[in-house]
């Protein structure tokens, strides 16, 4: 489903003007975003849970030139299923 169309059926859904829709989602990703990136985790009812976690920094093994790399620690995105979406989609 491409963004048009996802904005087209909540239009529809809510009989909303795609403007207003189009608002209201770039507000929901722009509040969404702005959380997750001062380190908070977010969830969304029925969805599921957006976390921001800290991967630490590791030595792996380069085959090629039989080195050792440091990889620097950085941030990830953990995601967690709802029990509802999860049974919508028939995995628990």
Request: proline share 3%; charged share 25%.
């Amino acid at each position: 489903m491409t963004n048009k169309e996802f904005l087209d059926k909540v239009s529809q859904k809510t009989g909303f003007k795609m403007t207003d829709v189009k608002s209201l989602s770039a507000a929901l990703i722009d509040v969404v975003l702005e959380s997750i990136a001062q380190g908070n985790s977010v969830t969304v009812q029925g969805f599921g849970s957006f976390e921001p976690r800290e991967k630490a920094s590791r030595k792996i093994y380069n085959p090629t030139t039989k080195d050792y790399i440091v990889v620097p620690s950085k941030t990830t995105l953990s995601y967690k299923m709802s029990a509802t979406l999860k049974e919508k989609l028939n995995l628990g």
